[in-house]
Nanobody, 122 residues
Framework: QVQLVESGGGLVQAGGSLRLSCEAS????????MGWYRQAPGKQRELVAG???????NYADPVKGRFTISRDNAKNTVYLQMNSLKPEDTAVYYC????????????????WGQGTQVTVSS
């Protein structure tokens, strides 16, 4: 029903920058909380950054001060600006849309993109 498509990943040297995009398409949904997760080889998927319907953001400690999450509701798109990249940021980055409750449409959803690879070299 809903597709989330990530783009913007690639290979970058340490200290460089990338901007990831996640565009939602398909069935209409309420576009509430959105987030970026990442999964490195041999590790569990972890939350990187989140943004709620009102634009309030939260970040995992390792990326605070370096990454910025934002959204453009008119374009059904969420972004992750990544600056001062480090080799430990290397991972597949996934976009997520989640909502649960009567304020959501549908009342319960949890959508994931296919992921985009980010590789940071030394």
């Amino acid at each position: 029903q809903v597709q989330l498509v990530e783009s913007g990943g690639g290979l970058v040297q340490a200290g460089g920058s990338l901007r990831l995009s996640c565009e939602a398409s398909g069935s209409m949904f309420s576009m509430n909380a959105m987030g970026w997760y990442r999964q490195a080889p041999g590790k569990q998927r972890e939350l990187v950054a989140g943004i709620n319907r009102g634009g309030i953001t939260n970040y995992a400690d390792p990326v605070k001060g370096r990454f910025t999450i934002s959204r453009d509701n008119a374009k059904n798109t969420v972004y992750l600006q990544m600056n001062s990249l480090k080799p430990e940021d290397t991972a597949v980055y996934y976009c997520n849309a989640y909502c649960s409750g009567y304020g959501c449409y549908p009342h319960e959803y949890d959508y994931w993109g296919q992921g985009t690879q980010v590789t940071v070299s030394s």
